[in-house]
Each structure stands twice: as C-alpha cells, then as structure tokens.
C-alpha cells in the first residue's frame, strides 16, 4: 500500500506526541493546532557523492528517500573542492600506549550519572533537526554546557568553546584545549537529530543517534580537564573536541569545518567520531559478546590499529571490526580533507540500533554502562596522542625506512 501524506502523519502523530521528556517538563508542542501542514514539495536541487566519482543532483526529498533506505552520503553542494588543496600522507602513531599513568587515574572519575543527566536534556528538545528552532536551541544549550565544564575545571583562561557558524541556524561547535603546538588531535560526534519521515515536522529524540556520542565526547572532555598538565598546555598537541551540526544532510557541519582547517592549511594528526555509544541490546539478542565497533572501511589504517591497542588497553571489553560504508559519519569528511580519521560505533554494524532516525530513538534502550566503555576509549585516544610528538615518531619511522628495519 503507497502511503498518502495524510495517511502517513496519522500514523506517525501518535508516536510523535509521545516523544521521551523531561518529569517535570510540560509538553507545550502542539504539532497541528490548525489541521494539517501543507509542505511544499521542495524543487532546490543538491550535489551529493554517493561513492568516490558517483555524484548526482538531488531534490531534498530525494536525499530522506536515499537515507530511509539506508544510503548514505556526502553532500557536496557547498564544498565541492574539498580534499583538493592536500596530499593525505602516511600516518605513523605509536607502537602502544604509554601514559597509563596519567590516564588511569582519570578513568575513575568519568560518569555515568553526568552522561545520562546531560542525555536527558539533550533529547527532551522536539528535534535537533538541523533546520529547525528546535536545532538552534539544543545547539546554543550544548555550547552553554561545553561552556560551564570549562568554568567548572577553572580552565577559562586556556581553554576556549566556540560555534562554529553554518547559514542552516545550527551551529557546529569547538572547544579547544591550546598544546606546546597548533598540531591538532580532533575528537568528534554530531549534535543534531532527524525523523526521516517528516523531518520539519516529527519527534526525533535521537537519544542514540547521535545523542549517545555528543554526551560520551562531553564527559571525556570534562574529565580531561582534570589533569593539570592538559589545562596548563603541556601536551604537544592541541586538542579539540567537535560537536558537528547537521550530519544527517550529508556530513554538512563537518566538511564546512574541515575544509576551512584544509584551506587554512591546518595540521591535523589524527580524528576520531564517535556516533553512536549506547545500544548493544541486538548483540547481546545474538548471543554475541559486548564490544566495541572499531570501523575498518573507509578509515586509516595505522590510527585504527592505534586505536584498538588504545581499547585494549584502557577498556573492559573487547573490540569487533566492522564496516559501515562510505560517507557513514563525520570521519569521513576529515579523511576527504587528506586528514587521517577513524571511526567506532556501539557494535558490529549490524547489530548496531535500528530505532533511529524516528520517535523511537529513547534513553530507555542504552547502556550507560556501554557509554562509559565509550568514554574511557575517547579521553586514553585523546590523552595518549595529544601527548605525542609526531614530528620525533615520524623522524624514527623515516630512519627507521631508510636503514632498512622496516
């Protein structure tokens, strides 16, 4: 049966009214007072890469349809030209962690509460649709919170959060911890939402996707700031952590923001996107054993294995490789900008949630215990390398190469 618009809001209405809120929130949506909305078939066309050198113009209906049917994109109407000014190089990390001394102690003090408290406010907004009021406000919410962490670890006077503008209203967001150099290590996650359905329109909670990732990176960043050494900038690298708007239209917030690093010729070590922390409920259904996704298509290769040592090292549960596809989050905006990246997700890909992208994606299915695993990978990665010195490792990697020990 071919849905009607109609037909479809009648049966989407009710799960969209009962959207996850706050105890003491009041439910002030009224999504049709006036009967039903018309939406104007929109005829704006959009340049979008479905794989390297498969690219097509697409109305803004065609690209929900792609992504309801689980293809995934760039869309490259605004950013044509990134990846053009850079050469990717090999990239050389180290062999295996080694401040396990530091970073131990940290570890202790990551918290489940902290991510469940913030997740809570998070997916209490209708949407975080990137077009939306609703996604300018859970963004400026976002930007507050990454604010007062700042303020809280007496860190203001090194450490700054700023958005990063886009013309859509929501806003990307950086905060930055300065090292002894502006070589930087990014750690990212997107911050908006999407009902694939009725995007303008529908609840989309997306307490998973990407809600999970934007809180897991959030406690990594306040725990870091703990260490004293991070916030007097002794590390070798700078450190940023990234909270990309407008993911689900085609990687939009983090190519904007990448190929500004790429054009101001930026040097980034490494990247590292968390979408997606919280749900394990069809791995362990499978009779599989909880682990982390590391994501082995589309990525780089020599910081992948860095971060599976990282994951053995520092988490309690193993880790699975796994494929997710081209364009499949923001990581890959970096690796198009010549940057090396690499991705990890909940769990094998398959098993990954299959309530996003709808009313249904709710705290209620996570894991924070699977969050914290999350949060203690992402505050070692971003330890461990702002911590290195990547010009001495890549000197002793070239050394090494030309005396033959390689």
């Known amino acids: ?133 609703y996604g300018k406000q859970s963004s400026e919410w976002l930007l507050k919170t990454v604010r007062e962490t700042i303020k809280a670890a007496g860190a203001e006077d090194t450490v700054t959060a700023e958005h990063f503008e886009h013309p859509w209203g929501q806003n990307s967001i950086i905060a930055r911890i300065p090292g002894k150099t502006n070589s930087t290590v990014v750690i990212g996650a997107h911050q908006d939402s999407i009902n694939l359905w009725l995007p303008s329109i529908l609840a989309a909670p997306g307490a998973d996707d990407d809600g999970s990732g934007t809180v897991t990176i959030l406690e990594a960043f306040r725990v870091i700031l703990q260490s004293e050494d991070i916030i007097k900038g002794k590390q070798e690298n700078t450190l940023e952590f990234h909270w990309y708007s407008a993911e689900e239209g085609g990687l939009l917030g983090s190519q904007a923001i990448f190929s500004a690093y790429e054009k101001a010729g930026r040097d980034v070590k490494a990247m590292l996107q968390q979408d997606m922390t919280g749900f394990i409920t069809r791995t362990l259904d499978a009779g599989k054993v909880e682990s982390v996704g590391v994501i082995v298509d589309y ?11 990282v994951v053995v090292e520092y988490c309690d549960i193993p880790y699975v490789e796994t494929k997710c596809g081209y364009a499949c989050s923001d990581h890959a905006s970096a690796s198009k900008a ?14 990954s949630d299959n309530h996003i992208h709808s009313t249904d994606d709710l705290i209620e299915y996570l894991s924070f215990d699977h969050m914290l695993q999350h949060a203690r990978l992402t505050l070692a990665f971003g330890y461990e390398l702002a911590f290195t010195d990547f010009a001495k490792l890549e000197k002793k990697d070239r050394d090494s190469y030309y005396s033959g020990d390689l």
């Open 299 to 309: 990525v780089d290769p020599n910081l992948t294995e860095f971060i599976k040592k």
């Open 1 to 133: 049966m071919k849905l009607t618009y109609t037909s479809l809001v009648a049966l989407l209405l009710p799960a969209a009214n009962a959207r996850f809120k706050e105890h003491n929130e009041a439910d002030r949506v009224q999504l049709f007072p006036d009967g039903l909305p018309e939406v104007p078939k929109s005829t704006e066309k959009f340049h979008i890469e479905l794989a390297p050198g498969d690219t097509r113009w697409v109305t803004e209906d065609e690209k929900w349809e792609l992504r309801r049917n689980g293809q995934r994109f760039f869309d490259i109407t605004d950013h044509p030209d990134l990846g053009s000014l850079r050469t990717a190089k090999v990239a050389v990390f180290p062999k295996k962690p080694k401040f396990q001394d530091e970073i131990n102690p940290l570890l202790t003090n990551l918290s489940k509460s902290e991510m469940k408290d913030h997740l809570t406010t998070f997916t209490a907004f209708h949407t975080r649709y990137y077009k939306s009021s």
């Open 338 to 351: 010549g940057y090396p990246s690499a991705f990890v997700i909940e769990s094998a890909f398959e098993y």
